[in-house]
């Protein structure tokens, strides 16, 4: 299992690039929103360039993708492998196990995506930018990963069958 680079570049749109860490709920995050934790702190020479802003977002996905493919039992498509690591990559691992869990109990998609946009509150407080955030994940969760390729075939069908 692995993460296309659809989900980075969904990850850098979403989370924008900052130089520099920044308070980011209860630690630091830097870069293209990579939360740092207090191992890291030290080593990241500020500012950062968007080259290892990216280099430290792959290292987070790489680490998710581990836990992804450890957890998750049923078949999934690569749009609905990049939705969850976007997801879990702005709301933690905790979330992210449950959402695989209910899709290894064979949750419905309208399931599973009613619990993805609860996700969309700092304190008590609904955010627009994480509702917004939610449903681009919920898009590409849904989202069937080739349709064009049906497009070049019906011509083809068409072809064999007349």
């Known amino acids: 299992m692995?993460?296309?680079?659809?989900?980075?570049?969904?990850?850098?749109?979403?989370?924008?690039?900052?130089?520099?860490?920044y308070k980011d709920g209860s630690g630091y995050s830097i870069g293209y929103g990579t939360f740092i934790d207090t191992n890291e702190e030290r080593a990241i020479q500020e500012p950062i360039s968007p080259e290892m802003g990216?280099?430290?977002?792959?290292?987070?996905l790489d680490m998710l993708i581990d836990?992804?493919?450890?957890?998750?039992?049923?078949?999934?498509?690569?749009n609905q492998i990049d939705a969850l690591l976007t997801f879990a990559y702005n709301v933690g691992s905790s979330p992210l196990k449950t959402v695989?869990?209910?899709?290894?109990?064979?949750?419905?998609?309208e399931e599973i995506t009613a619990y993805m946009r609860k996700f969309v509150h700092s304190g008590n407080k609904k955010l627009p930018h994480l509702i917004m955030r939610r449903e681009k994940e919920i898009d590409l969760f849904l989202s069937p990963v080739f349709p064009w390729l049906?497009?070049?075939?019906?011509?083809?069908?068409?072809?064999?069958i007349k």
Not at 55 to 60: D, E, G, P, S
């Open 54 to 60: 990216e280099r430290l977002l792959i290292k987070h």
């Open 100 to 109: 695989v869990q209910r899709l290894n109990e064979g949750q419905t998609d």
């Open 150 to 160: 049906l497009l070049l075939l019906i011509p083809l069908v068409y072809a064999i």
């Open 2 to 21: 692995r993460y296309s680079r659809k989900a980075i570049q969904l990850i850098k749109e979403l989370e924008g690039f900052r130089p520099n860490r």
């Open 67 to 78: 836990q992804l493919d450890k957890w998750l039992e049923v078949s999934v498509n690569q």
